[in-house]
């Protein structure tokens, strides 16, 4: 079972500002996700990543980046916060088909 | 292209009924299926995966899922429920082997003493 590990749980900020959520893993997995999840709705995908220097945005359009330099770390960054960015943010990582998550990040900009 | 299902986005059953979710699923390929379940302020905890082997499936925490291709079904059932299921239950289909997972609504399971 994978170990994955997301930085803050919880973060209120003010709009404007630069935000950086963490997503670290130690299972080594290749495979890694970002997804965004609104109450009561479906997970979609913003961003997955199969590898360092691989990056790909998602299904959903998201004005968040990403970057893969090292395997474990997936970090997800917002230049520019704004209220409809609240939303809460869940990583996963795979090796193969099944993907693990990590607990969240509940994102609120006010 | 795939898409999932779930009907009902809101189920109640009492302690020690039987539990029945129901996903349906669209693919151009055999599928992969799987359940999660969310608990309140938490991520999303494997319950069970169907990735082509047998169709009856079983998972953690006494949760079973049969996959039916006549039906395109991966309905996730559990015989009898205890107050400790209730959560919200996501069905999920892999997307033709790219390794990503289109999710269905879910369905929030509220267990009734």
């Known amino acids: 079972e994978a170990d994955i590990y997301q930085t803050p749980r919880y973060l209120v900020i003010g709009t404007g500002k630069k935000i950086t959520l963490e997503c670290s893993q130690t299972?080594?997995?290749?495979?890694m996700y970002w997804y965004q999840q609104d109450p009561g709705m479906e997970l979609h995908l913003i961003h997955y990543?199969?590898?360092?220097?691989?990056?790909e945005k998602g299904d959903l359009s998201s004005e968040s980046t990403v970057s893969r330099i090292r395997t474990e770390h997936f970090p997800l960054t917002l230049e520019s916060a704004r209220p409809s960015h609240t939303s809460q943010y869940l990583c996963?990582?795979?090796?193969?088909?099944?993907?693990?998550f990590g607990p969240g990040t509940r994102l609120t900009v006010t | 292209a795939q898409s999932v299902t779930q009907l009902g986005s809101h189920v109640s059953v009492s302690e020690g009924a039987l539990v029945l979710l129901r996903c349906n699923y669209s693919s151009s390929v055999p599928p992969y299926l799987f359940w999660y379940v969310q608990y309140p302020n938490q991520g999303l905890q494997l319950l069970l995966k169907y990735t082509s082997a047998a169709t009856l499936v079983k998972g953690i925490n006494g949760f079973e899922a049969e996959f039916k291709k006549s039906e395109t079904s991966f309905h996730l059932t559990k015989p009898s429920a205890h107050m400790r299921d209730a959560a919200e239950y996501f069905c999920?289909?892999?997307?033709?082997?790219?390794?990503?997972?289109?999710f269905g609504t879910g369905t929030r399971l509220k267990v009734l003493a």
């Open positions: 299972m080594g997995h290749d495979k």
């Open positions: 999920a289909v892999e997307s033709g082997r790219t390794y990503k997972y289109i």
């Open positions: 990543s199969y590898g360092v220097n691989s990056t």
């Open positions: 996963a990582s795979s090796e193969s088909y099944e993907q693990y």
